[in-house]
């Protein structure tokens, strides 16, 4: 079993910065990946960005260039760092974590941390 918790959500204005902490625990030594998703209200859960085992990041293009995931080891932490943020931003931020045996398919989540970008 793993357990997901995340933190670091809250209000803030366009142009501005939040960082997002996931701290995972439990069975992790072996995930494949952790990954950021977000709900907006009335949208779909989509994709934000993922760190894998190896380090190598990916991100959607919607956050390229303004959102960093990165990680701590020793902490089993993920951070992801939000910057130049704009309402469209807003929603449920959820960390996952993708463990074996199927990879691309998350299988623990956290409860959500809001974010909210004022215009």
């Known amino acids: 079993q793993v357990q997901v918790v995340e933190s670091g959500g809250g209000l803030v204005q366009t142009g501005g910065s939040l960082r997002l902490s996931c701290a995972a625990s439990?069975?992790?030594?072996?995930?494949?990946?952790m990954g950021w998703f977000r709900r907006a209200p009335g949208k779909e859960r989509e994709f934000v960005a993922a760190?894998?085992?190896?380090?190598?990041?990916v991100y959607a293009n919607s956050v390229k260039g303004r959102f960093t995931i990165s990680r701590d080891n020793a902490q089993n932490t993920v951070y992801l760092q939000m910057d130049s943020l704009e309402p469209e931003d807003t929603a449920v931020y959820y960390c996952?974590?993708?463990?074996?045996?199927?990879?691309?398919?998350?299988?623990?989540w956290g409860q959500g941390t809001q974010v909210t970008v004022s215009s």
């Open positions: 760190i894998w085992r190896d380090d190598n990041t």
């Open positions: 996952a974590v993708d463990t074996p045996p199927t990879p691309h398919d998350y299988d623990y």
């Open positions: 439990g069975r992790t030594y072996n995930a494949y990946a």
